[in-house]
């Protein structure tokens, strides 16, 4: 019984300091567990940063400013011309560029809403107050003195194109005897943009120019998050050998970062919850990636390849991948080797992913989510129902022996050593295993922590409606029936169970449902349903090998 008084505490304690970890980043505080995540970003001038690449220009843009002023490193400040917007719209994706660089500044999602309002479509990648996040490239390599086409050089926009199905919009620059034409190759229902550079040699002696893929964001908590349950937002780079590595804005500020520098493969990103974008660069060719902070709340990940020796009057075509979109675990894989591991599962992949797919299974079976979930917890529940059947029989046991053993405390008062004696003595003449009902429930524990990260971590849960009051599985409850629910049933559970016979014991038994329904009333409601569809099927299940073991026991006194 002492074991079973230490697993309670454990719990116990384990809940409280959760629940006092979300207070505190509810108030602004900085978590207990990712204090990179909840604090803000360090003052620049306490810190020692990571500096950028001389070789790739940095330069932050307000915002509101008509024109930007380029920093190259070794240069003087030059003012920019003023800009335009050239506006491209699919079925999936509404994009703006800027003539500046030719970037990418704006991505809207149209099939996914804003959290805050749901008649306006999530914005990924955009450059206003308060927000900054761009995709970017550029031609470096450059003899001292000479500047090629950048991310902060002019272009012109040379025109929009309808080719096979897709829209090519065609950007084109000159700077230093060198020309770039830059073609964002667009095809309707992808979130994949195929982005080609062609480098022209416009000198008479050969060049050896690079090409840096680059994304660029400012460090603040992407909207919609909670402040009950934390997930990751950064940069991220993947390669074969390193596989999935996150690096921390935290992390980036104190230039305390480990990371795969030098590659052949793989890819850069920046991840936020349900959604991510990526460069994804010519594999097979050598590249160093780099992640930095290049100003006040400010970093950039990048990957830098070398494009060959381009002879006078030749030109050198290079082309990479840019995701911007929903983390869609399929067509992220399908385009390249580790993308879908956007989708964090940790330690747990190995379950988490199989897991994954049975869902999207059933989900073409059923055609809503929300069933889906009541369907994947059912299967989950029958797949282990021998061990859950052996561990409510073993409660059931308990139980049956429960007033016995409260007479052994009543006996035996404050003489504790005696009492465990005869307690031990009573399990082992009745071949009881005290136990026996909390193993078979630690078997399940991976798999069920799995399935809450898969519900934690699909975008295919946003915005997906279930029934009547439930119209977004990815937010709270609006009416707190599912969390009250799950307290009602776990509530129901305990009382199915034996009464530990330690008044203490009890009292935190009882306390479970509160603490934990407590956590659920500002948790997604796709989780909440599956923990409500669980407990359900747990009490269902626990009530019918207790009526088995009711008539067994009465056929035995016949």
Known sequence: MDIRRTILWMILTFSLLLLWNNWQTYNGKPSLFSPGQSAQVADPAAQDPQQADASVPSAAVAPTAPAAVSTVPGEPAAAVAQSEQVEVNTDVLHLVFDTQGAQLVKAELPRYATPSNGNEPFTLLDRRAGYTYVAQTGVVGAPAGVSWP???TPFRFAGQQEQGGRTNVVFEAEAGDVRVVKTYSIAPGSYDIL???EIHNLGGAPIQPSLYLQLERDGNEPAGGSTFYSTFYGPAIYSAEDKYQKISFS?????????TRSADNGWVGMVQHYFASAWVPPQGVQRHNEALRIGDNLYAIRTLAGAGSVEPGQAVTVDANLWVGPQDQQAMGDLAPGLELVVDY????????????????LHTLLGNWGWTIVALTVLIKLAFYPLSAASYRSMARMKKFTPRMQALREKYGDDKAKMNQAMMELYRNEKINPLGGCLPMLVQIPVFIALYWVLLGSVEMRGAPWILWIHDLSIRDPWFILPAVMMATMFLQIKLNPTPPDPMQARIMMLMPLVFGGMMFFFPAGLVLYWVVNNILSIAQQRFVMHQIDKADAAANR
Do not use: Q
Not at 251 to 259: A, F, M, P, W
Not at 349 to 357: D, N
């Open 251 to 259: 992390d980036l500020d104190k230039g305390k970062t480990s990371y």
């Open 150 to 152: 950048t991310h902060l």
């Open 195 to 197: 982005v080609r550079h």
């Open 346 to 361: 940790g330690w747990l992949t190995i379950i988490a992913k199989p897991v994954f797919k049975l869902m999207t299974w």
